[in-house]
C-alpha cells in the first residue's frame, strides 16, 4: 500500500500499532517535564543559587540509575523524582558544611603576612602588567615558576627557538615598560 493509499483509505489505515516504549524512552518521556521543577526546588533551597541545575542534573543522573524504579504514574513518578531531589539536597548541604568548616580551620591556621614591597618591587609589578598577556606568562613562567626557556615555551605550546626570540622580546620589552615606570614614579 502507498502514502497515498493511505491517504485515501482514512485515518484509520494510518494509524499504526502502539509499539512498546524501552525503559530509555519512557525515562526520558517521564523526566522532562520534572526537570524545571526540580530547577526550581533546588533554587528555592541552596545558596549559591548557581548550584541548583547541578543538583537537578545530579538528580537526574541518579534517576537514570534507578531508572527500572520508575513509577508508572505520572504523580508518583513526581514523588519519587522530588524524594531522590531531598536526598540530593541534603548531600549538597553537608558538603558545604564540610567545606564551610575546612575553610575556617585553613583560615584560621594558616596566617600570611603580606610582605613589604618595594617601590622597585611596585615598577616592575606593574612594568610586568604592561605587557601583553603571552609575554607576561612566559615571564611568570621562567622567572616565578623556575622553568627554561625550552619549557616554559613547551606549556605554551611554542618551539624552543620560538620561545628563545619570544623572551628575548619580552624582557626588552618589559625593560622599557619599567625604565618608563620608575622615572615616572621618582
Known amino acids: 500500500m502507498t502514502d497515498a493509499d493511505l491517504r485515501a483509505a482514512g485515518p484509520s489505515a494510518q494509524a499504526r500499532p502502539a509499539v512498546p516504549l524501552s525503559d530509555e524512552a519512557r525515562f526520558e518521556q517521564s523526566i522532562a517535564p520534572l526537570m524545571?521543577?526540580?530547577?526550581?526546588?533546588?533554587?528555592?533551597?541552596?545558596?549559591?543559587?548557581?548550584?541548583?541545575?547541578?543538583?537537578?542534573?545530579?538528580?537526574?543522573?541518579?534517576?537514570?540509575?534507578?531508572?527500572?524504579?520508575?513509577?508508572?504514574d505520572s504523580g508518583e513518578?513526581?514523588?519519587?523524582?522530588f524524594?531522590?531531589?531531598?536526598?540530593?539536597?541534603?548531600?549538597?548541604?553537608?558538603?558545604?558544611?564540610?567545606?564551610?568548616?575546612?575553610?575556617?580551620?585553613?583560615?584560621?591556621?594558616?596566617?600570611?603576612?603580606?610582605?613589604?614591597?618595594?617601590?622597585?618591587?611596585?615598577?616592575a609589578a606593574e612594568a610586568l602588567r604592561a605587557l601583553p598577556a603571552p609575554d607576561q606568562?612566559?615571564?611568570?613562567?621562567?622567572?616565578?615558576?623556575d622553568l627554561t626557556v625550552a619549557d616554559a615555551g613547551r606549556v605554551m605550546g611554542l618551539r624552543p627557538a620560538t620561545a628563545r626570540k619570544r623572551y628575548e622580546r619580552a624582557r626588552a620589552r618589559l625593560r622599557e615598560a619599567y625604565d618608563i615606570i620608575w622615572h615616572t614614579s621618582t
Open 83 to 123: 524524594g531522590i531531589a531531598r536526598n540530593i539536597l541534603a548531600n549538597h548541604t553537608r558538603k558545604r558544611m564540610r567545606r564551610s568548616i575546612i575553610d575556617e580551620s585553613i583560615r584560621a591556621s594558616v596566617t600570611i603576612q603580606a610582605p613589604d614591597i618595594s617601590d622597585e618591587a611596585f615598577a
Open 36 to 72: 524545571p521543577d526540580l530547577v526550581r526546588y533546588f533554587a528555592r533551597r541552596i545558596e549559591p543559587i548557581a548550584d541548583a541545575p547541578d543538583c537537578a542534573a545530579e538528580t537526574a543522573l541518579v534517576m537514570w540509575r534507578q531508572r527500572r524504579r520508575l513509577p508508572a
Open 77 to 81: 513518578q513526581r514523588a519519587w523524582a
Open 137 to 145: 606568562e612566559l615571564i611568570r613562567l621562567i622567572v616565578w615558576d
